[in-house]
T-cell receptor
Framework: DAGVIQSPRHEVTEMGQEVTLRCKPI?????LFWYRQTMMRGLELLIY????????DSGMPEDRFSAKMPNASFSTLKIQPSEPRDSAVYFC????????????????FGPGTRLTVL | EDKVVQSPLSLVVHEGDTVTLNCSYEVTNFRSLLWYKQEKKAPTFLFML????IEKKSGRLSSILDKKELFSILNITATQTGDSAVYLC?????????????FGTGTRLQVFP
């Protein structure tokens, strides 16, 4: 299995531009998570999906951020317009998404996208 | 508010030393505790702990959970330079349909030859 795939690996853009980050989860995984990591705030959950449906987006910083999951094998995180404070590493993770009692669920992370907004 | 606290924030040791990393938590609905290792890229999964007192072991790494005192430790014996990384502790605090992992800020371990 190739694991979680993210693209691009690095993105440098100017303030005000639209940025789209992409993620392909592990095949067969039902849950997909978007995280942001910075030195100041550590790893923060932005939003997650289960069976392609957004379940909890309370971590999305503001309306400039949006995420979609049109099918089980693809998700996007979009920032429009981007700002310098959005500079961070954005991780996508996936898990089986098991809701069975007593069945723990492990998240597997993609390599991340390092975003720099100038 | 659910939270996960790791200590120390940073640790510098020499090869061959043994280290203990700490993770304490306060969550409403505990399901499991996970340890991840993060080098220069994505966090990679190490252990998942669900029951108190049962040690998980993988080579020189081991971890144990205490659900009464709400903490876990990660031990690394005979450290090597390749162990240098940030070690993240996360708690699965699922409630109803939430699958959130709550992460600590991590412990940065540096192992020098």
């Amino acid at each position: 299995d190739a694991g979680v795939i993210q693209s691009p690996r690095h993105e440098v853009t100017e303030m005000g531009q639209e940025v789209t980050l992409r993620c392909k989860p592990i095949s067969g995984h039902n849950s997909l998570f978007w995280y942001r990591q910075t030195m100041m705030r550590g790893l923060e959950l932005l939003i997650y999906f289960n069976n392609n449906v957004p379940i909890d987006d309370s971590g999305m910083p503001e309306d400039r951020f949006s995420a979609k999951m049109p099918n089980a094998s693809f998700s996007t995180l979009k920032i429009q317009p981007s700002e310098p404070r959005d500079s961070a590493v954005y991780f996508c993770a996936s898990s089986l998404g098991s809701r069975l009692a007593g069945v723990p669920d492990t998240q597997y992370f993609g390599p991340g996208t390092r975003l720099t907004v100038l | 508010e659910d939270k996960v606290v790791q200590s120390p924030l940073s640790l510098v040791v020499h090869e061959g030393d043994t280290v203990t990393l700490n993770c304490s938590y306060e969550v409403t609905n505990f399901r499991s505790l996970l340890w991840y290792k993060q080098e220069k890229k994505a966090p990679t999964f190490l252990f998942m702990l669900t029951s108190s007192g049962i040690e998980k072991k993988s080579g020189r790494l081991s971890s144990i959970l205490d659900k009464k005192e709400l903490f876990s430790i990660l031990n690394i014996t005979a450290t090597q330079t390749g162990d240098s990384a940030v070690y993240l502790c996360a708690v699965d605090a699922r409630l109803y349909n939430t699958d959130k992992l709550i992460f600590g800020t991590g412990t940065r371990l540096q192992v020098f030859p």
